[in-house]
């Protein structure tokens, strides 16, 4: 650990015996905490099974043996939000599909982390215009990494996953919103609703204004 | 032996032999004087009154041999306030083309007799229908709404529905051009996203407080018989499930540990391909087809370009036809390969098999990346020919090196470990034999497809049925097994992987005679205008027969009804059947050996 350029010194002037000056260095907890906390989270975050569409296939060419994803420590893809750090949203979110993923996302404890894969993903893709596609899934959660692709490919995928990597690397235990009362991105999404039409339940002040804007102009 | 006479032997099917399509109408229309041509231009079929229809389907299944409902379409005639049903019937023991029957109803109150009952192929097609076009189909033991959900207001795939993103109605669009312009749809949305309400609706905020509706029933049935009390409960397998291979739902309802029932959940992937595909161009649809059974890209092209080729009148020269082989039955490798893989880590052999045979998709991934510039989404057949060209070089190998070495070497040696390692393996047989049993006369009336239909006993393939491209030119058998169960259906995957290596070993001499022949039929294309009518196209897809059913208007450039018949889809319609009465951890290696992708079911 000594050697990890990644764990800086603290300049001090506290004099060192020259014959150790090699094996020490003086730092303070924060600062050594925080790649230590990084560092063992970065290297295993694991994901969630959770295929939706085509990229789902590239996803699992990632996780298998020709791009190995366990050099990432990344391998443990488990079953159960309840396991998981990582949602790879892995292909296009409908809106039948959406209270699901919303409802799995919240269940996963933090620390987690969304990665949007795929154009369809990122907003909407070539299905965007569909009436039974959500045009983005970032219109529901807070997304991490964007990976553009229709669909990515495995290469695209790790360079995802090595961003999200270098985003680990610059959070620090004094200000992760997971330990804050109210931190920003922690709280609960709320489900969305199956109605007429995909209901975001934030909007539903907006929805009543609209259609009262209506019934108003059909009286007048 | 002939395949007739293999269908014989396998089970009861009809004694009655079907005569050719043009016979089978004339003989219809001795019997039922009220049946008229379709008279539109470059249409086929018959049209037959609703109150007729079931007596006609019953006479052309009973007594003119032709059993197969293979494909139920929905249609919206806007222009003559009508709404059509499509149907295409097929002979199972003659083969060759389809007698089609239309039915047109009035648009305000369309009503149609359910062939359900007798056709049990039709349900989920039927579902389909009454979802998207607001047919009803009286009769029907189930009809709901199966790829959007309940409360959904409208009939999306009417002409006159518009989704909230809406612009106009033929693409490219007209308000984008000339200068390209960029426009955020979410900006022009009240909302700021993909959604519209009824004018004036206003959410009580009530509805939504109990959220376990779009989950079904979770339900605890009480035994009330004497004696042992035991008690019945539903359970929801997905959509989020590792073994259900995508997004797809099953609500299933036990008695301790068997299958009493079995609903299918589908429509978490419904991407609205064909509503999105009746404004694009033509050329525009062809990488939507990829995306349809995202594993067979190359097959979905081919069956696509077919069809639209019969509509253009328009014939592929000589090298893109065998190229086109090539890459279908490449794909058809690539398909029951990862099949295979997933059966078996279905049923507990976790991963390792899979492993054994992707290292030989990747492979063939690698040349299509080379000859298309994408691994999985192709893009790669045009109307009339192919996008490029073979590549020179495949990892830097000659090309024709690259595929003999796989076809000769590769394949083979790596087919020969697999079965060596799971064929005769006795664990693999004892959760594959015997279970997920669906009989012959079953398949057929279920409009069972592809590996499906011939592990049961029906030796039914598209190439040899109704042969398209070269195939009739080719020598390959009909891969068919007898048993109707899981392990059945594994050996015709296996046996058609050794067929389709044998079939591409027959066309890498002609791609080497053809070497430096053109690719495309006159120049390439982009805005290609037909000439208009109806055209039905069907292939063989390593999942089942794909058709596509496309319409358009003489000269036009956007098709007006474009419909896919998904194999995987109509697939599933038998999997309660074949489910009842196994355990639930059979369930998933039932799922595994029909061999779904949900692009393509919900589409």
């Known amino acids: 650990m000594t050697a990890d350029a990644s764990i800086p010194a603290l300049e001090s002037d506290i004099a060192i015996p020259d014959d150790v000056k090699d094996n020490v260095f003086i730092t303070n907890i924060s600062k050594l905490l925080d790649p230590v906390y990084n560092w063992s989270r970065r290297n295993s975050v694991w994901p969630m099974v959770f295929g939706l569409a085509c990229c789902a296939i590239e996803m699992i060419c990632t996780a298998s043996s020709r791009y190995d994803l366990a050099r990432f420590g990344m391998e443990v893809f488990r079953a159960t939000p309840r396991q998981s750090d990582l949602m790879i949203v892995s292909g296009t979110v409908t809106k039948k599909m959406v209270p699901t993923i919303i409802r799995l996302y919240n269940q996963m404890p933090e620390p987690r982390y969304v990665l949007s894969m795929g154009a369809c993903a990122n907003g909407g893709g070539p299905f965007k215009e569909g009436y039974n596609v959500v045009d983005g899934i970032d219109k529901f959660l807070p997304v991490d990494v964007y990976v553009p692709g229709c669909p990515p490919t495995p290469q695209a995928l790790i360079h995802g996953l090595i961003s999200l990597q270098e985003k680990i690397d610059q959070q620090s235990l004094a200000t992760v919103p997971w330990y804050r009362k109210n931190g920003i991105g922690t709280e609960i999404v709320p489900i969305p609703v199956l109605g007429p039409d995909l209901v975001d339940i934030r909007q539903l002040d907006l929805i009543r204004a609209e259609a009262k804007k209506v019934t108003e102009a059909e009286a007048a | ?603």
């Open chain 2, 1 to 603: 032996m002939s395949e007739t006479e293999m269908v014989m032997e396998a089970g009861d099917a009809p004694v009655v032999y079907a005569s050719p399509p043009e016979e089978a109408l004339a003989d219809l229309k001795e019997r039922f004087p009220d049946i008229r041509d379709d008279d539109r231009p470059d249409y086929s079929g018959v049209i037959v009154e609703a109150d007729q229809l079931l007596a006609v389907a019953m006479a052309l299944r009973e007594e003119l041999g032709f059993n197969y409902l293979s494909s139920v379409t929905g249609v919206d005639l806007i222009k003559d306030n009508k709404l059509e049903v499509v149907y295409h019937v097929y002979s199972i023991e003659k083969g060759g083309g389809p007698v089609v029957l239309k039915v047109q109803i009035d648009r305000d109150n369309p009503v149609v007799p359910s062939l359900t009952p007798y056709w049990p192929g039709a349900d989920f097609q039927e579902r389909e229908i009454w979802d998207l076009f607001g047919i009803k189909f009286d009769g029907h033991p189930d009809l709901r709404r199966i790829l959007m959900w309940e409360e959904f207001q409208g009939f999306p795939m009417r002409k006159d529905w518009r989704e909230a993103f809406y612009e106009e109605d033929n693409k490219p669009f007209g308000s984008r051009w000339p200068g390209g312009d960029v426009i955020r749809a979410e900006e022009l949305n009240r909302y700021g996203k993909n959604v519209t309400y009824p004018d004036g609706w206003i959410p009580t905020g009530e509805e939504y407080e109990v959220e376990t509706d779009m989950y079904g029933e979770v339900a605890v049935q009480r035994d009330e018989t004497p004696g042992l009390k035991t008690d019945k409960v539903t359970v929801n397998m997905g959509p989020q499930h590792p073994s259900t291979h995508g997004v797809f739902r099953m609500v299933v309802t036990l008695d301790g540990e068997t299958i009493v029932a079995l609903k299918p959940v589908m429509g978490y992937l419904h991407r609205n391909h064909e509503k999105i595909g009746e404004r694009n161009t033509f050329i525009q649809n062809i990488p939507y087809t990829d995306r349809l059974d995202y594993l067979s890209s190359m097959s979905n092209n081919h069956g696509y370009v077919l069809a639209v080729e019969k509509l253009l009148d328009i014939e592929p020269p000589e090298r893109a036809e065998w190229i086109r082989i090539l890459m279908v039955e490449l794909t058809r490798i690539v398909n029951h390969a990862w099949a295979l893989g997933f059966l078996l880590n279905d049923i507990g052999a976790l991963q390792t098999p899979m492993l054994y045979l992707y290292i030989e998709r990747e492979l063939i991934l690698d040349f299509f990346e080379a000859a298309a510039g994408s691994r999985m989404m192709c893009n790669y057949m045009r109307f009339g020919g192919l996008a490029f060209d073979l590549p020179e070089r495949v990892r830097e190998q000659p090309t024709m090196a690259y595929l003999n070495e796989l076809v000769y070497e590769r394949l083979p040696t790596a087919m020969a470990e697999f079965e060596r390692l799971i064929t005769g393996n006795e664990i693999a047989k004892a959760r594959m034999q015997g279970v997920g049993y669906l009989s012959a006369e079953d398949a057929i009336a279920y409009s069972a497809a592809g590996p499906l239909l011939r592990a049961s006993g029906v030796a039914y393939d598209v190439r040899r049925a109704q042969p398209y491209s070269y195939y009739d030119q080719l020598d390959f058998n009909v891969a068919v097994r007898y048993n109707g169960d899981i392990y059945d259906r594994y050996l015709v995957r296996v046996d058609e992987i050794y067929e389709s290596i044998k079939i591409i070993k027959q066309v890498l001499p002609h791609l080497e005679a053809t070497e430096g022949q053109p690719i495309m039929t006159g120049k390439p294309q982009y805005a290609v205008r037909v000439n208009g009518g109806e055209v039905y196209s069907r292939v063989e897809n390593p999942k089942g027969e794909l058709g596509y059913y496309v319409t358009a208007q003489r000269r036009a450039s956007n098709p007006d009804r474009y419909h896919i018949r998904a194999p995987s889809f109509i697939n599933l319609t038998a999997m309660e059947k074949m489910s009842i009465g196994h355990k639930v951890a059979d369930l998933v290696a039932i799922l595994g050996s029909i061999d779904i992708v949900l692009g393509e079911v919900d589409r």
